[in-house]
């Protein structure tokens, strides 16, 4: 019997399942963290095969039982960057003696892959950041988005936040309305007038997304300003699925959320989905069906 391992790597650690042919989980572990772009790739290379090892360690299979190794990780959108990685891995496997397929995929591949158990379907990701992911009938991979924060993140956390920072910004000298996003703020910020706001954005790198809570409770609380921010993204998300929908060319489209943004039980999550149940009859929200990790699994036996 084949044997193959999955791993679902970030920021701040990394999962890893090791299962048979029928998908059987006989071993589940964690790590550190994956991200090979930020820690380099002998980090990263000797975190994964210790989880590997793991994996082997801990149940009957032998490291020549493996016949493939899927690891799907932050910072691996990019082929030419992914492949870096995978080098560097095959040479650490060539002098331990140890021979397996192995591929670097994102984080967000394996997690499509998870979700409709490898077929047709598509993610929605706003989290801190937002971007698209689908899978047609003949297994071609779409994008939406992702273009990042400069020029991008449409309805991520991200966006919320900076879009609420600059109303409470034009709020301070009357270029905008006063919004109840402004005392929110200096309550829990200790930010209440142009000086700290500055010197927070541009000295203290101040985390913008944190913001995005707050805008939402105070678009909760009917604050005009808040709420036009949150129907606007909200119209970001939908332009996503919309576009996405015409990618896929299915009937039916299935989707699953990721990311807190819009996975935490929230004013602009709740209005969100309620919008597609109502205007996007075509589209259908649905849990994900298995853990990104396992997408991995799933990707590891096509190699």
């Not at 939908?238 to 699953?256: I, R």
């Amino acid at each position: 019997m084949k044997f193959y391992i999955g791993l679902d790597g970030g920021g701040t650690k990394t999962k890893c399942v090791l299962a048979d042919e029928n998908m059987h989980v006989l071993f589940e572990t964690q790590g550190g963290p994956s991200n090979f772009l930020m820690l380099g790739n002998q980090v990263v290379s000797e975190t994964v095969l210790d989880l590997i090892n793991q994996s082997v360690k801990n149940t009957n299979v032998t490291s020549k039982d493996i016949a493939g190794v899927v690891l799907g990780t932050t910072g691996a959108g990019r082929r030419t960057d992914a492949e870096v990685l995978e080098n560097y891995f095959s040479d650490l496997l060539n002098r331990k003696k140890m021979k397996f397929n192995f591929r670097i995929e994102s984080d967000a591949r394996i997690a499509l892959e998870g979700a409709f158990s490898g077929k047709p379907g598509s993610i929605l990701i706003a989290g801190t950041g937002s971007i698209m992911f689908g899978k047609d009938r003949k297994g071609n991979i779409h994008r939406v988005g992702g273009f990042g924060r400069f020029i991008g993140d449409e309805g991520s956390g991200y966006t919320i936040g900076r879009l609420g920072l600059q109303a409470v910004a034009k709020s301070f000298d009357g270029r905008g309305s006063k919004t109840l996003l402004s005392n929110l703020i200096e309550e829990k910020f200790n930010i209440g007038d142009p000086s700290a706001l500055i010197t927070e954005i541009y000295k203290n790198k101040f985390d913008i997304a944190s913001v995005t809570p707050l805008v939402i409770q105070a678009a909760n609380a009917n604050d005009e300003i808040c709420l036009t921010i949150i129907e606007n993204q909200i119209e970001e998300l939908v332009l996503h699925l919309k576009s996405m929908y015409k990618l896929l060319n299915e009937t039916e489209m299935k989707v699953s959320l990721i990311g807190g943004t819009i996975t935490t039980d929230n004013f602009y999550a709740n209005k969100f989905k309620e919008k597609v149940s109502v205007e996007l009859k075509n589209i259908k929200l649905t849990e994900p069906e298995l853990p990104p990790a396992l997408g991995a699994v799933l990707m590891a036996m096509n190699l």
